[in-house]
């Protein structure tokens, strides 16, 4: 009996989804141009869960994939996202654990890209 390499199979479901793996970042702010600001950072948060950047229709993209989330976690995201200028997209389309993880997406909006 094989076992089923974990990573390797979150790559193959990314695949399946037309999403090529570019890196481990995960705080959107690099997808415009700014630093992550560490402990101080709007991405500090749990929600931050199974993130990876990837590369979609040719953009990158940067992919959060919590169990769940509460509008006191996501209010605060989508505010400073937005003060970024990222544009953020909630979708079912999860690479960790399709079914039980959702996944938030942050893209650069066409002024900063
Ligand atoms: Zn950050």
Do not use: Q
């Not at 959107?28 to 990876?52: E, S």
């Not at 993880?101 to 650069?108: D, E, L, R, S």
């Amino acid at each position: 009996m094989t076992r089923t390499d974990p990573f390797a199979a979150w790559d193959a479901r990314a695949a399946e989804l037309g999403m090529k793996f570019i890196s481990d970042g995960r705080c959107p702010r690099r997808l415009v141009g700014k630093r992550h600001r560490y402990d101080k950072c709007w991405c500090a948060t749990w929600i931050n869960d199974h993130a990876r950047t990837y590369e979609r229709h040719g953009r990158r993209l940067v992919a959060w994939e919590p169990y769940d989330a509460s509008p006191a976690d996501l209010g605060p995201v989508f505010a400073a996202a937005a003060a970024d200028g990222l544009r953020v997209v909630i979708t079912g389309m999860s690479t960790w654990n399709p079914g039980s993880t959702f996944a938030i997406w942050f893209k650069a909006t066409e002024a900063t890209t």
